[in-house]
């Protein structure tokens, strides 16, 4: 018993000596500038395991660590409160291949995608079947390629569309439809008789089973959102803080403010500054859009390049009106065809927000102007919706629940 008070004794005395402290493997070798030192291939340091409120009952030193099992992480107290070490800055990375990858403060990422084929693009006007550039560009080029119109010498004419279908024309009238300039279009047939399309929000009709709206078009629906979320408010307190107001009235006052931005410089680019004031521009014109010419066999590689190529190959097409009952066709070699003859096309109003179009052949297609059918863009609003229904029940939704927490 006396020889191990002496070795305690001991081994106190060299510990308050030297003022360094080696657990665990190898206890006889201590870097020099150890306080204390944990060498171990089998253990591991468990830190103080408390939950929030008993954290929040501790006020230690400046530097104190805790590991908070509410939260699933360590907390450092700066002095005046305890902060986590699990929050990170957001960032956006340009991955050199037409793609972004952004990354939020919960370390959640999402690829930004510049390239063509991740483009919309909005088909309304043209009637094309793609709904992105790349798809887009690939569908004008194939068709350029292969179209024709042949005089068959006997007052028919050969017309070889770009599947490869040929279709022969017996008759050659041509129907027309104007823009109004008001949101309307004007429909003419060949025999002179008219109809109004109008695409104003007035006129769209609005599905307002799934939001519980009351409004059956798009403008009362848009109107009557914006009514509902008129009291959401923020405001700048002057000091630091913002005094956040819901559509309910209720107002938070929010301390920590610092955020990331994005600034659109109105010239197809914008501006990204990061919550440490690092910045990235994103570029969106056509010049720096890639394109894939894979399937189109086009030499350009960005979007700038692939649409002015097609348009110079495509710039001698014409169709023009001899005053007479004919026509001038010239395709895109130079090799002009007059057309002679003359057929009737219908376009029918079916009361529900539909057109039935009839072309010369009897072959029929429905013009679907109802806001579930409306293309909607979604790359400016960030909201998952790729049609008008779609976006106004996405919006209605959203500001049904808005709330700071």
Known sequence: ????????????????ALGQVKIGDNPNTIDGSSLLELESTSKVLVATRVSTSQ???????????????????????TGSNWQSLCQ?????????DGTYTYTDANGNSQIIDTQASANPYDNTTSGLAATNVQDAIDEINAAAGTVALVDNGDG???????SGTTTTIA????????????????????????????????ANPYDNTTSGLAATNVQDAIDEINAAAGTVALVDNGDGTYDFTDASGTTTTIADTSISTLVDNADGTYTYTDETGATQVI???????????????????????????????????????????????????GTTTTIADTSISTLVDNADGTYTY?????????????ASANPYDNTTSGLAATNVQDAIDEINAAAGTVALV
């Open 1 to 16: 018993m006396k020889k191990l008070l002496i070795l305690s004794s001991f081994l106190l005395l060299s510990i308050s």
């Open 55 to 77: 954290m929040n009952a501790i006020t230690p030193l400046s530097g104190g660590l805790v590991f908070n099992t509410d939260e699933n992480c360590f907390f450092q107290y």
């Open 88 to 96: 990170i800055a957001s960032m956006i990375v340009n991955n050199n």
């Open 156 to 162: 028919t004419y050969d017309f070889t569309d770009a």
């Open 171 to 202: 008759d050659t009238s041509i129907s027309t439809l104007v823009d109004n300039a008001d949101g309307t279009y004007t429909y003419t047939d060949e025999t002179g008789a008219t109809q109004v399309i109008d695409t104003n929000a007035s």
């Open 283 to 333: 570029d969106t014109n056509a010049s720096a859009n890639p394109y894939d010419n894979t399937t189109s066999g086009l030499t350009a590689t960005n979007v700038q390049d692939a649409i002015d190529e097609i348009n110079a190959a495509a710039g001698t097409v014409a169709l023009v009106d001899n005053g007479d009952g004919t026509y001038d066709f010239t395709d895109a070699s």
């Open 358 to 370: 009839t072309d010369e052949t009897g072959a029929t297609q429905v013009i679907d102007t109802n």
